[in-house]
């Protein structure tokens, strides 16, 4: 997607792991603090995309994908996503084409991906870089959903950003006027039970 120029983001649980490694590992590298971040990390069933590609241009970009690269078996499954496998290992990604898909949010689509962040991980000698949503679209997302994973993701997150001294009220306070905007705003009152103090 980067490559070809189509415009994307991470969503979803995936988007939270990498943020939250993101600033755990504050530039050190993945493979030498696997005990450090199996604390704060949780595994994810999927991948999740977000993108402005047409659903023709994303299937033959992952046709392409498939093509060119011998080491991953592509298999094309319902519903926008398909499983890529790699020797023994296996992810699932679902993508989204269109507004109507982004559960809860699509009002914001195209603002979440024209404002999205980038994270940089490193693995191994590789940098990973990957577009994710702005801290106030993340922390809406898990706040409009309120499972119990998505409390402890909260958490954690505020609480790294804690750790790391980092002023993120203006965030915080955009999270809230966004959540207001769909009758949400009584679900920003978890942000005053968890640890980082708002």
Request: with cysteine; net charge negative; charged share 25%.
């Amino acid at each position: 997607l980067y490559t070809n120029g189509v415009p994307y983001i991470i969503v979803g649980g995936t988007a939270y792991q990498m943020k939250l490694a993101e600033l755990v590992l504050k530039g050190k590298n993945l493979d030498s603090n696997e005990q450090v971040l199996g604390a704060f990390l949780r595994k994810t069933g999927d991948i999740d995309l977000s993108t402005r590609g047409s659903l023709i241009q994303i299937v033959q970009l992952f046709n392409v994908m498939a093509a060119t690269t011998p080491s991953l078996a592509i298999q094309n499954l319902p519903n926008k996503s398909l499983r890529i496998e790699r020797n023994s290992e296996s992810v699932q990604v679902s993508y989204q084409t269109e507004s109507a898909d982004l559960c809860g949010l699509h009002d914001f689509y195209d603002d979440i991906i024209d404002t999205a962040d980038e994270v940089t991980l490193r693995k191994r000698n590789m940098v990973i870089r990957a577009r994710i949503p702005h801290l106030d679209y993340l922390l809406a997302s898990k706040l409009i959903r309120m499972k119990e994973k998505d409390k402890v993701d909260i958490s954690n997150l505020l609480n790294a950003y804690k750790n790391e001294g980092e002023d993120i009220t203006s965030e915080l306070e955009s999270t809230r006027r966004i959540l207001k905007s769909l009758g949400k705003e009584n679900n920003f009152d978890y942000i005053n039970t968890t640890a980082y103090g708002y």
